[in-house]
Nanobody, 125 residues
Framework: QVRLVESGGGSVQAGGSLRLSCSVS????????MGWFRQAPGREREGVAG???????YYADSVKGRFTISQDNAKKTLYLYMNNMKPEDTAMYYC???????????????????WGQGTQVTVSS
């Protein structure tokens, strides 16, 4: 059974940083695309960043230059480093995975099979 568990969310002031982690179990780390999504109240879930088996990364324009996605295949953990955070980054953040050689772009929640339960990130001005 595939299980994704996020951690690292919290509250931070604008300009601050957070690191999200997603621990993966029951999932074969090969030919995969993994991503971070976020959803603010009243808004659709949006893809923030993605990474595939080969380490190719993708970022939404709204986070490019501020967020970094990475993966530790040995630890089966996905990370999202968030710097220079803004109030508009406030949302529930989810990690997701799908067995696919490359990520289909732009990231769409419809393309992902496995999801974590989410972790809340709040950025105050």
């Amino acid at each position: 059974q595939v299980r994704l568990v996020e951690s690292g969310g919290g509250s931070v002031q604008a300009g601050g940083s957070l690191r999200l982690s997603c621990s993966v179990s029951g999932y074969t780390y090969s030919s995969h695309c993994m991503g971070w999504f976020r959803q603010a109240p009243g808004r659709e879930r949006e893809g923030v960043a993605g990474i595939n088996t080969g380490g190719y990364t993708y970022y939404a324009d709204s986070v490019k230059g501020r967020f970094t996605i990475s993966q530790d295949n040995a630890k089966k953990t996905l990370y999202l480093y968030m710097n220079n955070m803004k109030p508009e980054d406030t949302a529930m953040y989810y990690c997701a995975a799908v067995y696919r050689l490359v990520c289909r772009l732009p990231l769409s929640s419809r393309d992902f099979t496995y999801w974590g339960q989410g972790t809340q990130v709040t950025v105050s001005s």
